[in-house]
């Protein structure tokens, strides 16, 4: 039986039960918690005790795992990642990889290809590490990895994120999920790529394709093997889709054979400073369903409803994650 990589050590494959392949506990920018705590309602203690009890809700809602693609330049700090999962019965895997829509880091924006300081991809060394060895001194290990591609698509910078991902992942085995502008198809600029770098595409999630209502467009994506993140249910006010056409999206693709192509998540998070929830409280960007038992509570009742079968929800609820988390850990 195959071994998923999680917070607090490694679970056995058939322990993993009912997943969120996209969530996030803490997204930060350290040095506004560091510095400016009153500004962004920081308060260490308060968020991590509100965190376990979150987690354990959510275990008790029916979840078993969640995957934390929280990745470098969003925050990620694996030892107060480490006494939350210790206080949780809850499974995180976390992830490897960089976040940007643009530049890169200083550091990685100096050195490596196309850069002043020409030479080989720093990246693909760090994001390696990360799956085999741990993260930092942590002994960590991410068992997936994550890249974005938004309105500004392929950029020098984002390019060479998405091919050390995909050399990283050719390198570990460890699954790919994706950030993407729906909207702009940008799941299939990034399946270019990882095509080109020799990835297998049905190792890849193509992230926030539930924002698209675009049926060929998912088709199409999920006709080259990957599997759609329908990964936002919650984010439903605004310029945002809706519930039911979430829904609605979902149980179409599901009675057109696209179940075995699909996972279910929030991207929500415990808590963000990118908009503390305290600040969005009452203003039009407050997003009362945007928490991670939105789908335990409401998603799986509607699609029910919309006559999706306990199969496919058990498809793309358990059977679809374990296949992307559990695959053998080998290099090709
Ligand atoms: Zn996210």
Request: negative net charge.
């Amino acid at each position: 039986m195959a071994m998923v990589e999680t917070v607090s050590g490694p679970v056995e494959e058939n322990s993993l039960g009912s997943v969120l392949m996209h969530e996030h506990v803490f997204i930060l920018t350290p040095e506004m918690e560091q510095d400016y705590p009153e500004t962004v309602k920081w308060n260490e203690e308060e968020k991590v005790a509100s965190a376990i009890a979150e987690l354990n809700a959510l275990k008790a809602a029916g979840i078993d795992t969640i995957v934390d693609l929280t990745v470098l330049t969003m925050g990620r700090y694996l030892p107060r990642l480490a006494r939350i999962a210790a206080e949780t019965d809850l499974n995180i895997v976390v992830a490897s990889g960089l976040y940007t829509f643009d530049a890169l880091p200083r550091f990685l924006a100096l050195v490596g290809p196309g850069a002043p300081i020409e030479g080989p991809e720093p990246m693909i060394d760090m994001f390696t590490k990360d799956v085999l060895e741990g993260i930092g001194d942590t002994g960590i290990k991410a068992g997936i990895f994550k890249c974005a591609t938004d309105v500004q698509g392929v950029t020098p910078g984002v390019e060479r994120v998405l091919r050390a991902v995909a050399q990283a992942h050719r390198n570990t085995g460890a699954p790919i999920s994706t950030h993407t502008n729906a909207a702009m198809k940008r799941g299939l600029d990034q399946q270019k790529i990882f095509a080109e770098e020799g990835v297998d595409l049905t190792r890849v999630v193509i992230g926030h394709s539930g924002d698209s209502t675009d049926l060929d467009y998912l088709k199409e994506v999920a006709d080259q093997g990957s599997t759609l993140g329908m990964d936002r249910f919650g984010m439903d006010r605004g310029a945002y889709s809706d519930f039911a056409t979430r829904v609605g999206v979902v149980a179409d693709l599901c009675e057109a054979g696209y179940a075995d192509r699909m996972v279910l998540s929030h991207d929500a998070n415990c808590w963000m400073d990118w908009l503390p929830k305290e600040v969005a409280k009452g203003t039009a960007m407050e997003l009362p369903n945007w928490h991670f038992r939105h789908i335990s509570e409401e998603v799986l009742p509607a699609l029910r409803e919309r006559g999706v079968s306990e199969d496919h929800i058990t498809l793309m609820m358990e059977t679809n994650p374990k296949r992307l988390l559990a695959a053998p850990k080998v290099a090709y």
